[in-house]
């Protein structure tokens, strides 16, 4: 049962990092708050540290 949960979790997560970068890549307003401070744009979001870890690493390497 927890490991149904967790990769369900998982899955949400996966999904939910999707959206954020699909709208940093097709919104510019959105990707430069995002750029310019991730933390605040990212705690609109409940996903976990590593997710957002995810996030904020694919954005350097968009802008890059």
Known sequence: MVLIHLESRQHKEAEIISE?????ASE???R????????IVLE??????EAKLII?????????
């Open 56 to 64: 904020r690493r694919s954005i350097i390497d968009l802008t890059q």
């Open 28 to 30: 510019p307003e959105f």
């Open 44 to 49: 609109q979001y409940n996903v976990s540290p």
């Open 32 to 39: 430069n708050e995002l750029i310019k401070d991730p933390s």
């Open 20 to 24: 954020i970068l699909l709208k940093a």
